[in-house]
């Protein structure tokens, strides 16, 4: 049996779980540089505020409802992530918890008796709840694609089912199947759904029924019969192990204004590359390529560019390195060769590729033999990062003054993440 747990409007339960006041209050979190909204509270929702609507488009209707707004704090918001999932490791075990994104995780529910069930899941629910402070709802299944529909269900109307809901037996599925829209179930794109509606498939229930050769033909191949046979309630979506490793590694970011200077967007190069390296050691890689794009903004005019599109630029490196030194090297090249004077850009990113084990690395007879000062250095500077955040050591390439930061000036403090910070009780 499955279930997937996911935490409602995630980065607003993790604003109130500091600000009691604003439960059952409107609350809106923005995106980077506090541009659109990604996040609304079930009361923000009531009152017409669009997801994904620009903040600008909204705020008369924010003002008008007094609703709090916050700039994304995603130290504040990794930490609760991280919070939940451990609390989910704890009571399930580590290896029945597939972390799918930073709000929802799929657990491995085989080993609780059936009869037992839902007191599990209500179970989890309150205990997550009271040791995180992040309000959740579970549901539970058979397969993936009945959980997520499901944990749908949960959310579409909390008081009914107080954020649980299971679907074991064949009545339950029948009946939430019939009653979920195509566009509705969890791996279903926009353009499939449309075509599932013109050929008169509407429901959930509809495509369960089709036979796997339709499936086959018209969905994609393997991945269309497996999406049918886990709406019929046969496991075909396999548990993914937790720590996978990942394949290429990148940090981009928006600027909190356009960006002119070649010298400032050289230090955030620098400083992504110093990021995507800090990954790269984490799980224990080396990188043989390096890429750099930077996107100017579209006011940018020229008449053999297109205006919004990114331009990037790759190298290959002489040997695979996880080493921040020697790759912010590479990094800044790479943006010389692509820097047009007199554009304004307002975004920036770095990507590493070809990515192996940092203990298999092709010895160089002629090197050297630096390699072990610099893994130590390594080391040492992401201990000191880690524990005093804020990127205490960094590269000089770096720079100081980041004026080009990412804007988030209704950021709330990072309470849990930094001493300086703490939530205060008087």
Avoid at 401 to 417: A, G, V
């Amino acid at each position: 049996m499955n279930a997937i747990v996911d935490c409602n409007s995630f980065y607003c339960s993790c604003e109130r779980v500091f600000k009691p006041e604003l439960w059952n209050k409107p609350v809106v979190v923005l995106s980077n540089n506090d541009g659109c909204i990604v996040s609304r509270s079930d009361e923000a929702k009531k009152i017409g505020v669009r997801m994904a609507g620009p903040y600008f488009q909204a705020k008369h209707v924010i003002e008008k409802n007094n609703v709090k707004v916050f700039s994304s704090n995603y130290h504040l918001y990794g930490d609760m992530s991280m919070r939940v999932m451990d609390t989910l490791r704890e009571l399930v075990g580590k290896e029945n918890v597939e972390v799918y994104s930073v709000d929802e995780a799929f657990l491995n529910l085989d080993k609780i008796p059936f009869e037992q069930l839902e007191k599990f899941a209500n179970e989890l629910k309150e205990t997550v709840e009271m040791w995180t402070g992040i309000s959740v709802s579970v549901g539970v299944a058979p397969t993936k694609v009945l959980a997520k529909i499901a944990n749908h269900i949960a959310k579409k109307d909390k008081a009914k089912t107080n954020c649980v809901t299971l679907l074991i037996t064949e009545e339950q599925q029948r009946t939430a199947l019939q009653q979920t829209r195509v566009n509705e179930i969890w791996g279903v794109g926009g353009a499939y759904a449309n075509k599932l509606i013109n050929w008169g498939i509407t429901s959930a229930w509809d495509l369960r029924n089709m036979p796997d050769e339709w499936a086959h033909t018209n969905m994609g191949g393997v991945v269309g019969v497996r999406l049918v046979k886990e709406l019929m309630g046969i496991p075909s979506i396999i548990m993914k192990k937790e720590l996978e490793t990942k394949k290429m590694i990148a940090t981009t970011r928006m600027f909190g204004r356009p960006v002119t200077e070649l010298f400032e967007l050289k230090e955030a190069i620098a400083t992504y590359t110093s990021r995507a390296a800090e990954k790269l050691r984490r799980q224990h890689s080396a990188a043989n390529t390096i890429s750099v794009f930077i996107v100017p903004k579209e006011e940018s005019h020229s008449a053999d560019f297109h205006h919004g599109a990114s331009i990037s630029s790759h190298a290959n490196l002489e040997s695979a390195t996880s080493f921040t030194n020697e790759l912010i090297k590479p990094a800044v090249r790479l943006l010389d060769d692509i820097f047009e004077n007199g554009r304004a850009y307002k975004k920036a990113g770095v990507m590493l590729s070809g990515l192996v084990p940092d203990r298999s690395i092709q010895g160089n007879f002629f090197s050297d033999g630096s390699k072990g000062v610099h893994r130590f250095l390594m080391s040492a500077v992401d201990n000191v990062n880690f524990s005093m955040r804020d990127d205490v050591v960094k590269f000089g390439a770096s720079g100081v003054n980041k004026d080009w930061k990412m804007r988030q000036e209704l950021r709330s403090e990072r309470y849990s993440t930094r001493w300086e910070e703490l939530f205060e009780v008087s």
